[in-house]
């Protein structure tokens, strides 16, 4: 009967995937996928569950649902507290108008450009510096909208391309506070400024300069041929946030600068670590608001978005990772990712062809779906053990699919950040996949092969 097990996984699995393409909702399909999985481990198997340390109840219901407590209880205390806190603070610099401020400068000097291609790939290259600070794609797409799509149609490209550029600005996001990044720094075993540098960049910079150059032939090709169909494009206002001193913009990344300075890179003597970091710079811009606003009751109202976004990021981000890392318990008890490792090793398959295979899963799902977020999740859990069987490392098997979950989104018609920058340049979704799918499947692959030259 336990033979029967890897076929039930995948099995469930294809289920699974069929009901997120017709946009399910992604938690509970996960969540029961992976019950599905526990309950016919536990009737047919005699393998166990339970994470270390959590003591069997004498019952396998109990069993089942104490391994969905644990996780729940590991992930909220852990990466899931860090992505909580990132957001809270990012939904606060909004708040107030630092993200904004931000923006703003980093913008400015592509308008002194003259040549428009340039301006468009500069454009990108800001969104992607960005992206570290304001970890929120969508987030970062509206604020660019309101500040750089002006300036890109100004110089002469297109709503088409300026939106095709913006819609891809958060591609890869390898900031440290961001959701995806921090759980691919949590299964490597690394500090989150460790796997920026070590393994991140090496790979993104590369990637960037790819992306660049298919940008620039992409979308001018598009312009020239000139046949996009237009419409009324959607009305872009801009954040409710008060308009900020400009020198709030520093108060967005401060946060990273610190812990660039206080970790293994610059002062080793002394360890700052992400979520204090994050809170210490909260509690020292709210301290700032009431000096310069001089309105204590107002800055402590807006200083509750922070609270308030946690509680948002929770039942969003860090409860698909909960019900993500179930699933993946439920594929680790059916067997089927021993089966893989098995099959891989009995073909002479290394870990160069198992980055590909699970890149292109997470690449597929994300396009399918729409979000990135639920297709990493779902599988990033497995890496330590695949590593571990093939003799590999996880960080140079987690990064390539954590770049795909943010490039294959931003060539997927249903992501909801290509509809937004769609309806803002008064096009179709599909109208947009057709600039970026060139630029992003060419970066893909240099992720892939630059990965494989760096740490293959």
């Known amino acids: 009967m336990q033979t029967l097990m890897p076929w039930i996984a995948v099995a469930v699995t294809i289920v699974a995937g069929w009901a997120l393409i017709k946009r399910y909702q992604t938690h509970m399909v996960l969540l029961f996928a992976g019950l ?118 100004a110089v002469g490209t297109s709503a088409a391309s300026a939106a095709a550029v913006i819609g891809t600005s958060a591609g890869m996001t390898f900031a440290p506070t961001a959701g995806t990044a921090n759980l691919a720094a949590k299964v490597a075993n690394l500090d989150p400024i460790i796997y920026l540098v070590q393994y991140q960049l090496v790979l993104a910079i590369p990637t960037l300069i790819v992306v660049c150059i298919a940008h620039y032939f992409v979308q001018r090709h598009y312009d020239r041929k000139n046949d996009d169909v237009y419409s009324e494009a959607a009305e872009v206002k801009a954040s409710d946030a008060p308009a900020a001193p400009k020198w709030y913009a520093i108060f967005p990344v401060l946060p990273i600068v610190l812990l660039i300075i206080f970790s293994k890179l610059v002062v080793t003597s002394i360890k700052l670590d992400t979520i204090s ?52 318990t439920g594929l680790k008890v059916s067997g ?81 950040v290509i509809i937004a920058v769609a309806g803002a340049a008064g096009i179709s979704p599909m109208a947009v996949v057709r600039r970026t799918w060139i630029p992003m499947i060419a970066g893909m692959f240099t992720t892939i092969i630059a990965n494989m030259i760096f740490f293959g």
């Open 277 to 328: 970091a994050l809170f210490m710079v909260w509690v020292g811009v709210v301290i700032v608001e009431i000096i310069r606003t001089k309105s204590v009751k107002k800055v402590f109202k807006d200083a509750m978005a922070m609270f308030q976004s946690m509680g948002k990021m929770f039942a969003g981000i860090v409860a698909l990772i909960i019900c993500a890392e179930f699933f993946a």
């Open 336 to 416: 089927l990712i021993d089966a893989l490792i098995n099959s891989a090793q009995g073909i002479g398959a290394g870990m160069g062809v198992m980055t590909v295979i699970l890149t292109a899963i997470v690449s597929a799902v994300t396009f399918l779906t729409g979000s990135g977020v639920g297709a990493y999740s779902s599988f990033a859990s497995l890496a330590p053990d695949v590593a571990a069987g093939l003799g590999g490392s996880v960080a140079a098997l987690v990064t390539p699919m954590q770049f795909a979950s943010g490039m294959l989104r931003a060539m997927s018609p249903v992501a909801g």
């Open 36 to 153: 599905v999985l526990l309950l016919c481990a536990a009737g047919l198997t005699d393998a166990s569950f339970l994470p270390k340390g959590v003591k069997p109840s004498g019952f396998f219901l109990f069993d089942i649902f104490n391994t969905l407590k644990s996780i729940a209880t590991k992930q909220s205390a852990g990466i899931g507290f860090l992505i909580m806190t990132a957001g809270g603070f990012a939904a606060y610099m909004d708040r107030i108008g630092a993200a904004r401020a931000l923006v703003d400068i980093a913008v400015k000097p592509l308008s002194m450009l003259k040549a428009p291609y340039l301006v468009l790939v500069g454009g990108y290259l800001v969104g992607q510096i960005l992206v570290m600070v304001i970890p929120s794609a969508a987030g970062l797409a509206m604020l660019l909208l309101v500040a750089l799509f002006p300036i890109l149609k």
